[in-house]
Nanobody, 124 residues
Framework: QVQLVESGGGSVQAGGSLRLYCSISGGIYGPNCMGWFRQATGKGRAEVGVIDSDGHTRYGDTVEGRFAISKDNAKGTLFLQMNDLKPEDTGMHYC??????????????????WGKGTAVTISS
């Protein structure tokens, strides 16, 4: 059973940076999709970005150019480097995993394994 645990969240001022971590355990074999989603208070989960098992990445429009997803397969860790943070980046950030290649529409319905999230707060 794949388990995901996020860490690295915190509070920073606008323009700052944070690096999120997701520890993924339970055996990851074959094609897969790993990603980050975020949820602001009172809203649904929005796409941040995904990385395919071949390393190909895709990002949501609001974070393109500011965020970068990477992974260390040997350590079972997924990263999210967030730069030039804005108040609208505030929310719970969730790590997600799907044992298949990333879907063309990689929304939350395309992912079936989730962590419990780590909170990010950006002040103006």
């Amino acid at each position: 059973q794949v388990q995901l645990v996020e860490s690295g969240g915190g509070s920073v001022q606008a323009g700052g940076s944070l690096r999120l971590y997701c520890s993924i355990s339970g055996g990851i074999y074959g094609p897969n999709c790993m990603g980050w989603f975020r949820q602001a208070t009172g809203k649904g989960r929005a796409e941040v970005g995904v990385i395919d098992s071949d390393g190909h990445t895709r990002y949501g429009d609001t974070v393109e150019g500011r965020f970068a997803i990477s992974k260390d397969n040997a350590k079972g860790t997924l990263f999210l480097q967030m730069n030039d943070l804005k108040p609208e980046d505030t929310g719970m950030h969730y790590c997600a995993f799907e044992p298949a290649r990333c879907a063309p529409n990689w929304d939350e319905d395309a992912m079936t394994r989730w962590g419990k999230g780590t909170a990010v707060t950006i002040s103006s």
